[in-house]
């Protein structure tokens, strides 16, 4: 599990997260889940999570996201849902993590960042994307981006040692190794539905 961690935690070093700063996450899948928990871990007094999916936004709620929103797939509804996430947020959004990496969800992501604050895009939908970076780059919102993770594994390992993330709640399934049991878990994890992470035991 340090692999997708290291994901988020660095993430959470490249966008500059730490106790001063309210965080928006969208997309609540594995690697929103451990984005949410990193920042927690760097001190983010706030996070906000969005998906559009009710069960894995229940499993951001039981991990401590303070708002879990579920919002439209429908780019034409980004503006009502940039007021919800506000809403629900409850103060500026200093960093918001898009882990899904849509035009829809980038674009979202832009334009509720506040003035001054960053945007990190972490997941990889899209190849090509059409966002309001003129909006943005008047409010004077950065953007970074992260390829995986680099260095992470020391301080991932520390966090799990310590007991400041916990993972466990994220392994939702497990199968032996018998091959029988690995085209079950590949089916398994394919269909999603309640699976966030598939492991086998060797």
Same mark, same amino acid.
């Given at each position: 599990?340090?692999?997708?961690?290291?994901?988020?935690?660095?993430?959470?070093? +490249?966008?500059?997260?730490g106790p001063e700063t309210g965080v928006l996450i969208m997309g609540a899948g594995p690697i929103g889940l451990?984005?949410?928990?990193?920042?927690?871990? $760097?001190?983010?007094? +706030?996070?906000?999570?969005? #998906?559009?999916?009710?069960?894995?936004?229940?499993?951001?709620?039981?991990?401590?996201? #303070?708002?879990?929103? %579920?919002?439209?797939?429908?780019?034409? @509804?980004?503006?009502? @849902?940039?007021? %919800?996430? %506000?809403?629900?947020?409850?103060?500026?959004? @200093?960093?918001?993590? #898009?882990?899904?990496? $849509?035009? %829809?969800?980038?674009?979202?992501?832009?334009?509720?960042? +506040?003035?001054?604050?960053?945007?990190?895009?972490?997941?990889m939908g899209h190849n090509e994307m059409t966002v309001p970076l003129t909006s943005a780059a008047i409010r004077e919102v950065d953007v970074v981006g992260i390829f995986r993770y680099k260095d992470t594994w020391p301080l991932c390992i520390e966090f799990l040692r310590s007991g400041k993330i916990d993972v466990k709640p994220l392994i939702t399934h497990r199968f032996g190794f018998s091959q029988k049991d690995v085209e079950e878990a590949f089916e398994v994890s394919a269909r999603g539905r309640d699976a966030i992470k598939v492991m086998f035991n060797l």
């Open positions: 599990m340090c692999e997708p961690l290291s994901v988020g935690v660095h993430a959470c070093r +490249r966008a500059g997260v451990v984005t949410l928990l990193a920042a927690r871990a $760097f001190g983010a007094p +706030r996070v906000a999570i969005v #998906d559009v999916d009710d069960h894995r936004l229940a499993v951001a709620a039981s991990l401590g996201a #303070d708002a879990a929103v %579920k919002v439209s797939p429908n780019l034409s @509804d980004a503006g009502d @849902d940039i007021d %919800k996430i %506000k809403s629900a947020m409850g103060c500026d959004i @200093d960093v918001s993590l #898009d882990c899904a990496g $849509f035009s %829809k969800t980038m674009a979202t992501a832009l334009e509720a960042t +506040r003035a001054g604050g960053k945007v990190c895009l972490v997941g």
